[in-house]
């Protein structure tokens, strides 16, 4: 085999291999940041002198803009040099578990703002081939700024976590709100729904397909309105994506003759007794994926929109289309959705509200959203929705918060060990990642925005330092 260039070739070690990807991600990444950095503070420049153009400032009034903001930028890239750490944050809670890790609420220290910590063993994401994924989710939360997806301030790394701290969001999540109700009525329905669409569309509007909506991942801020939150899926493959991983699970279980049998009430008291231990799990569950992401025909960004699809049936319905008992058969009936998704004529929906869950979840090609959002928009079932101004008036469950940090609207979670090293490190020896900590590069990152919008400031320069 002939040579060409630098890239790791079949005669390397695998040491060797190794050393390679790391010197490459690593120069890689200095330059590609140099440069982001640059053009990010070129194009904060150019917004402020186009804001002051449109708002018709005086030349003057311009001086103090162009000062502050030069001011801005100073502690901006003052706080990129300080190292954030664990030490910085106060724990008050946990308020989430997911497969790979768990979500806490933080207060900082010098500032007393809280926010949600969501912690990640490196170990495990080793283990479990997730460094995609992590940094996926990364990438994604980076880039979008919009009022639709949770925004995220920073992130940093010690040697066993990665930490993501993210705008707390006081109102929970809807699957919690779902475990809590029977049903929603159609109007709430419509506004969720509703919300949701924009908040998908405007990721798709980024280039980025979600392939993960399901209602553990539409959180509610403290209006009650809708954002989006884990991008970890967005481009990375988890194993609840792949079709061999519920073909080869072996079960000798007997089908869910009984699921089948049961009537609506008590499937949906079922669904939601076992619905919390499905969202730790690391095979999650394959309920909300669209059947073309388990083919290997590909997919497109139509795939959300069956997601949203079987999370309207799921608000009205008071479960979801094709739950079962395993995921495994869970994934047999999405797969053979045309015979399994049926109505249950004892919970009866509006024929309007029908006929979109059927326009959601049908095959890719005639789905709702070919042509474009506005076709989604103009369905019937939205009639009466104010699209432009849905997020600045009340939504259709108001949350009550007591104080910044209420986590009321959270489940309880038992205290967990993850913050203690010396229990984390016997579990899984530091020699075991510590060479691999070069997958986690170019990690941490510092949010602009977060910084005055909160009017954080650094502790170093208070009292004059
Ligand atoms: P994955 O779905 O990729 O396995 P995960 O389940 O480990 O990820 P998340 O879904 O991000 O982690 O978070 C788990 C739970 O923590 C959420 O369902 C939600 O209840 C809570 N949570 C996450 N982020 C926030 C936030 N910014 N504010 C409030 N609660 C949050
Ligand atoms: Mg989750």
């Not at 930490?163 to 006081?170: G, N, V, W």
């Not at 279980?253 to 008590?266: A, G, H, I, V």
């Amino acid at each position: 085999m002939a040579m060409t260039g630098p890239t790791p070739c079949s005669s390397m070690s695998n040491h060797t291999k190794e050393r390679v990807t790391m010197t490459k991600v690593t120069l890689e990444n200095f330059y590609s940041n140099l440069i982001a950095q640059h053009e990010e503070r070129e194009m904060r420049q150019k917004k402020l002198e186009q804001m002051m153009e449109e708002e018709g400032l005086k030349d003057e009034e311009k001086r103090i803009r162009r000062s502050a903001h030069a001011q801005k930028e100073t502690e901006f890239l003052r706080l990129k040099r300080t190292r954030l750490g664990l030490e910085d944050f106060e724990s008050l809670k946990v308020i989430g578990r997911g497969a790979f890790g768990e979500v806490r609420l933080v207060q900082k220290k010098d500032t007393g703002h809280v926010y949600a910590m969501k912690i990640l063993r490196k170990a495990d994401m080793l283990e479990k081939e997730q460094v995609g994924h992590i940094r996926a989710e990364r990438d994604i939360l980076v880039e979008a700024d919009s009022l639709w997806v949770v925004k995220m301030f920073y992130s940093f790394q010690d040697k066993l976590n990665l930490y993501l701290i993210m705008e707390f969001l006081p109102g929970g999540d809807m699957m919690t709100l779902l475990m809590k109700k029977d049903t929603l009525t159609e109007e709430e329905t419509q506004f969720y729904i509703a919300e949701t669409v924009l908040a998908i569309d405007s990721i798709h509007q980024l280039g980025f397909i979600h392939r993960d909506i399901k209602p553990d991942n539409l959180l509610l801020d403290s209006k009650g309105h809708v954002k989006l939150s884990d991008f970890g899926l967005c481009t990375g493959l988890k194993k609840a994506h792949r079709t061999e991983f519920y073909r080869n699970l072996n079960h000798s279980l007997p089908s869910d003759f009984t699921f089948q049998n049961m009537n609506s009430k008590r499937k949906a008291e079922t669904w939601k007794r076992n619905r919390r231990q499905l969202a730790f799990s690391t095979v999650g569950t394959p309920d909300y994926i669209a059947p073309e992401v388990f083919m290997q025909t590909g997919y497109n960004k139509l795939c959300d929109w069956w997601s949203l699809g079987v999370i309207m049936y799921e608000m009205l319905i008071g479960y979801p289309p094709f739950c079962s008992e395993t995921p495994q058969e869970t994934y047999k009936k999405v797969m053979n959705w045309k015979e399994t998704l049926t109505f249950p004529p004892e919970v009866p929906i509006s024929d309007k509200a029908k006929d979109l869950i059927l326009r959601f979840c049908c095959e890719w090609e005639h789905r709702i959203g070919a042509s474009g959002v506005e076709e989604i928009k103009s369905n019937l079932f939205f009639e009466g929705v104010d699209w432009e101004h849905i997020r600045e008036r009340p939504a259709a469950i108001s949350i009550e918060i007591k104080s910044i940090d209420d986590t009321s609207n959270f489940d309880e979670f038992p205290e967990s060990d993850i913050l203690k090293p010396t229990v984390a490190t016997s579990n899984h020896p530091e020699t075991d990642y510590k060479n691999k900590d070069w997958v986690f590069i170019n990690y941490t990152y510092k949010r602009f925005e977060g910084l005055t919008a909160r009017g954080a400031i650094p502790s170093y320069m208070k009292a004059g330092k």
